[in-house]
């Protein structure tokens, strides 16, 4: 992970190149064994809670959101299936059902940090403050890595009305051409809370090609009021590709 300033310098937020520095405590954790995997292979995992927020959107619907952050202890990566929550009132009685939960990236490495969110729209506004979620998790040992896609020269950018913009610079590793490729870059503050994630897909590139790109996200990915460059003290970045 690497720290910015009002554009970016250098710092550890939760890594360092050899892995997860003391992330804080996990309230829920999650292990197996698979018997089609060496002795010596761990599927583990640990869940850090981050928040839990309402909002009113900019069309005056009120917004539930859940994020937390999971941690790759384990000595397998972890992909993710079919996640998702639904929202209780303060008696338990349903009120929405089957938000997705979202992952970023898609695939965790063993010790990276990920983040996991999920948001669901309320139209009653009398919802406002007597909702709370029922989350049902899907975490599996993944049989796939991320393919050898680099992302590198992220820069943050604020625009004037709207989150900041982040850009930087992908390269093919693969030595083939790809199909799909999929990037995502996580802001935290300078604390280590996670501000958003800002994700694109690429149509396609060809082996050893380098080029740029930029994302501005949504609110759906945002996980604070506000934010600007000027609130972002660190970014982990991803990339995977389907290779042709």
């Known amino acids: 992970m690497k720290k910015v300033s009002i554009v970016l310098t250098f710092v550890a937020l939760f890594f360092s190149a050899c892995g997860v520095i003391e992330p804080p405590t996990a309230t829920q954790q999650g292990n197996g064994q698979h018997n089609d995997t060496p002795s010596n292979s761990r599927f583990q995992y640990e869940i850090i809670p981050f928040s839990q927020r309402i ?3 900019r ?6 959101q859940v994020v937390k952050q999971i941690v790759n202890t384990g000595t397998d990566p972890i992909s993710f ?4 929550f639904d929202i209780l009132d303060d008696d338990g009685r349903l009120l929405e059902a089957n938000n997705t939960i979202f992952s970023s990236p898609s695939i965790i490495h063993p010790g990276e940090v990920g983040v996991i969110y999920g948001n669901s729209t309320i139209n009653d506004g009398t919802l406002y403050a007597a909702v709370s979620p029922d989350i049902h998790l899907d975490i599996r040992r993944s049989i796939n890595s991320r ?3 680099s992302v590198s020269e992220i820069e943050i950018r604020d625009v004037p009305g709207f989150s900041p913009t982040v850009l930087g610079r992908i390269t093919n590793n693969t030595g083939v051409n790809t199909g799909l490729v ?12 996670p501000l958003g994630v800002w994700f694109t897909n690429i149509a396609s590139m060809d082996a050893d090609a380098s080029f740029g790109f930029e994302i501005r996200t949504t609110d759906g990915r945002i996980f ?6 000027e609130m972002v003290g660190g970014y982990s970045a991803f990339a995977d590709a389907h290779v042709r």
Do not use: M
Request: charged share 30%.
């Open 59 to 64: 069309r005056d619907h009120v917004r539930f």
């Open 55 to 57: 909002h009113e959107t």
């Open 182 to 193: 999929q990037v995502w870059v996580n802001l935290y503050d300078h604390d280590g809370s």
């Open 147 to 149: 393919s050898d896609v």
């Open 81 to 84: 299936g079919q996640q998702r």
């Open 224 to 229: 604070q009021d506000f934010v600007d460059a």
